[in-house]
């Protein structure tokens, strides 16, 4: 079965750290863009970052940029999302998306959409 499968979510307090991952079975992420967003209750989703399948240059929405960090192990068919200083503003489902281009996935052109996993920061 052809799947991208997230993983890593939790209940986190303020100022904690997470990291999530996002995992390909039956294909290789190694030739796609890797996509991460996420969704509160309420709100539109949101591109959090992305990761490039050539040269592993990277994209993150303003909110995020300093303490997330996205990178790809291409041997373990995998990519993670490091999240450091975690906020409540954080609490969201985040899922993975494969496709050809960052365009392409945020104009919903992706490949493969994972199904989620949950993040809550709480105290």
């Known amino acids: 079965q052809l799947q991208l499968v997230e993983s890593g979510g939790g209940l986190v307090q303020p100022g904690g750290s997470l990291r999530l991952s996002c995992a390909a079975s039956g294909f290789t992420l190694d030739y796609y863009v890797i996509c991460w967003f996420r969704q509160a209750p309420g709100k539109e989703r949101e591109g959090v970052s992305c990761i490039s399948s050539s040269d592993g240059s990277t994209y993150y929405t303003d909110s995020v940029k300093g303490r997330f960090t996205i990178s790809r192990d291409n041997a373990k068919n995998t990519v993670y999302l490091q999240m450091n200083s975690l906020k409540f503003e954080d609490t969201a489902v985040y899922s993975c998306?494969?496709?050809?281009?960052?365009?392409?996935?945020?104009?919903?052109?992706?490949?493969?959409w994972g199904q989620g996993t949950q993040v809550t920061v709480s105290s």
């Open positions: 998306a494969a496709g050809a281009s960052i365009q392409a996935i945020f104009n919903l052109g992706y490949d493969y």
